[in-house]
């Protein structure tokens, strides 16, 4: 069994979207007591060698916390890790057009400091999108353009290879999911579960780690406990807010 771990902003905040750099270095180190490898995310795609348990971890919106606080215990730790960067609003804050007025402000990192996580071996730039915008609500040539353009500044700005996408706000459909297919290797959902023996590549669900705050992955992220816990999040989540998977 493998898994896909979502975080956003690092740091003290209360909010859905933090999660304590602190709680990160032990989660960490919690996974590889438990024997879990941590992977970059493309060796997910292709099956784990010998049934050993894998995690890879990834990041979304590019923001400044990241930088600040999980650069230092990624890059200390050995840890690989995927940042999806809005290419659009580098260095500027998560207020795109579409952010809900609920969602706490937070700043983005600027291109120096994408070139930093993009210096630290294991760590990978990934697609967010070049406006944040959900994508099947875009017809057939804005979709292109916020998948290709967004891939294209990248690379050329960052002078990187961007094989791989998420959703913003892990909207997507069949059309959607064909697009992203023309232009990167993976690209991940805001569906909560665990992945599966086989899955489209395009379509992969992630954990949002937010729900292993308060040390509840110490226990073992890939046992029974845990995943009845995150099991019932899921549920409950889906029955709230519904699930694009």
Same mark, same amino acid.
């Given at each position: 069994?493998?898994?896909?771990?979502?975080?956003?902003?690092?740091?003290?905040?209360? =909010?859905?979207?933090?999660? !304590?750099?602190? %709680?990160?270095? &032990?989660?960490? /180190?919690? +996974? *590889?007591?438990?024997?879990? @490898? $941590?992977?970059?995310?493309?060796?997910?795609?292709?099956?784990?060698?010998?049934?050993?348990?894998?995690?890879?971890?990834?990041?979304?919106?590019?923001?400044?916390?990241?930088?600040?606080?999980?650069?230092?215990?990624?890059?200390?730790?050995?840890?690989?890790?995927?940042?999806?960067?809005?290419?659009?609003?580098?260095?500027?804050?998560?207020?795109?057009?579409?952010?809900?007025?609920?969602?706490?402000?937070?700043?983005?990192?600027?291109?120096?400091?994408?070139?930093?996580?993009?210096?630290?071996?294991?760590?990978?730039?990934?697609?967010?999108?070049? =406006?944040?915008?959900?994508? !099947?609500?875009? %017809?057939?040539? &804005?979709?292109? /353009?916020? +998948? *290709?353009?967004?891939?294209? @500044? $990248?690379?050329?700005?960052?002078?990187?290879?961007?094989?791989?996408?998420?959703?913003?706000?892990?909207?997507?459909?069949?059309?959607?999911?064909?697009?992203?297919?023309?232009?990167?290797?993976?690209?991940?959902?805001?569906?909560?579960?665990?992945?599966?023996?086989?899955?489209?590549?395009?379509?992969?669900?992630?954990?949002?780690?937010?729900?292993?705050?308060?040390?509840?992955?110490?226990?073992?992220?890939?046992?029974?406990?845990?995943?009845?816990?995150?099991?019932?999040?899921?549920?409950?989540?889906?029955?709230?807010?519904?699930?694009?998977?």
């Amino acid at each position: 069994m493998d898994a896909i771990l979502t975080f956003h902003e690092i740091g003290a905040d209360r =909010s859905v979207l933090s999660f !304590p750099p602190e %709680e990160l270095a &032990a989660l960490v /180190e919690g +996974l *590889r007591e438990e024997g879990a @490898a $941590l992977v970059p995310l493309g060796d997910l795609l292709a099956p784990a060698p010998g049934g050993r348990h894998r995690v890879a971890l990834t990041f979304d919106d590019g923001l400044e916390s990241v930088h600040r606080h999980a650069l230092p215990i990624l890059a200390r730790m050995s840890v690989p890790a995927v940042v999806y960067v809005v290419s659009g609003w580098v260095g500027r804050t998560n207020r795109w057009p579409s952010q809900p007025a609920s969602a706490p402000e937070m700043r983005l990192m600027d291109w120096g400091q994408l070139r930093e996580v993009a210096a630290i071996p294991g760590l990978k730039i990934g697609a967010h999108g070049a =406006s944040h915008a959900p994508l !099947p609500r875009l %017809e057939g040539q &804005a979709r292109d /353009e916020e +998948l *290709r353009s967004c891939k294209e @500044a $990248l690379e050329r700005t960052l002078q990187v290879q961007v094989r791989h996408f998420a959703y913003p706000y892990g909207l997507h459909d069949a059309k959607t999911a064909a697009d992203a297919g023309r232009y990167y290797d993976s690209a991940v959902t805001t569906r909560m579960r665990y992945l599966r023996t086989t899955e489209d590549p395009l379509r992969l669900p992630r954990l949002d780690a937010y729900y292993l705050r308060g040390g509840r992955g110490r226990g073992g992220l890939f046992g029974a406990s845990a995943r009845r816990y995150l099991g019932l999040r899921a549920l409950l989540r889906r029955l709230r807010h519904g699930e694009n998977g």
